[in-house]
């Protein structure tokens, strides 16, 4: 069956860098896109940062770009969230996730790792 994990978050100064890692199994990037969202505190999740299935690119969110870069490792099957310059406001749990083809709204996603907490505080 479809898995994702995440690892990678931790505790982080303002402006410090951390990478996230999302191994995944039972499918490919192919045929599947992946999805990096966060969740803070009494906020709603957002989406972060996406890498659509093959040849169909990324995205960003405002809040993110120039920061935060997606990447794919096909032969260790995982997609790397690279978090540079972090801010008190990134705080949240990081979590990927997986859709068919083409990069959606956080609610057509059907599958899910089990998130990882990033704290950026000094």
């Known amino acids: 069956q479809l898995q994702l994990v995440e690892s990678g978050g931790g505790l982080v100064q303002p402006g410090g860098s951390l990478r996230l890692s999302c191994a995944y199994s039972?499918?490919?990037?192919?045929?599947?896109?992946i999805g990096w969202f966060r969740q803070a505190p009494g906020k709603e999740r957002e989406g972060v940062s996406c890498?659509?299935?093959?040849?169909?690119?990324?995205n960003y969110a405002d809040s993110v770009k120039g920061r935060f870069t997606i990447s794919r490792d096909n032969a260790k099957n995982t997609v790397y969230l690279q978090m540079n310059s972090l801010k008190p406001e990134d705080t949240a749990v990081y979590y990927c996730?997986?859709?068919?083809?083409?990069?959606?709204?956080?609610?057509?996603?059907?599958?899910w790792g089990q998130g990882t907490q990033v704290t950026v505080s000094s």
């Open positions: 890498l659509s299935s093959s040849g169909f690119g990324t």
């Open positions: 996730a997986a859709v068919a083809y083409l990069c959606s709204d956080s609610h057509e996603y059907d599958y």
């Open positions: 039972g499918f490919t990037l192919d045929y599947y896109a």
